[in-house]
Nanobody
Framework: QVQLVESGGGLVQAGGSLRLSCVAS????????MGWYRQAPGKQRELVAH???????NYADSVKGRFTISRDNAKNTVYLQMNSLKPEDTAVYYC???????????????WGQGTQVTVSS
């Protein structure tokens, strides 16, 4: 079993910064990719940033230049540094990982429970 646990959400004023963290734990053989998605009220879940192992990082156009995704592979952790936050960034942010658990040759997608980010104007 694999678990993703996010932390770092909260309430911040427009223009402020937050840093989200997500730790993957459990029976992990390898992690193919990690990323962040978000879902605002009444909207579909959308990709924020994606960091595949050995590949290029990609960002949603709405966060380019403001958000930075990074990984610490030794700690199975992914971070999202969010700067110059705007009210429209308000959403529940979800960590996502594609993982090959130990004892299998298959990859599975896992999600964290979500962390609320609220940006006040």
């Amino acid at each position: 079993q694999v678990q993703l646990v996010e932390s770092g959400g909260g309430l911040v004023q427009a223009g402020g910064s937050l840093r989200l963290s997500c730790v993957a734990s459990g029976s992990i053989f390898s992690i193919n990719s990690m990323g962040w998605y978000r879902q605002a009220p009444g909207k579909q879940r959308e990709l924020v940033a994606h960091n595949p192992s050995g590949g290029s990082t990609n960002y949603a156009d709405s966060v380019k230049g403001r958000f930075t995704i990074s990984r610490d592979n030794a700690k199975n952790t992914v971070y999202l540094q969010m700067n110059s936050l705007k009210p429209e960034d308000t959403a529940v942010y979800y960590c996502n990982a594609v993982v090959m658990p130990k004892g299998t040759v298959h990859r599975y997608e896992y999600w964290g429970q979500g962390t609320q980010v609220t940006v006040s104007s």
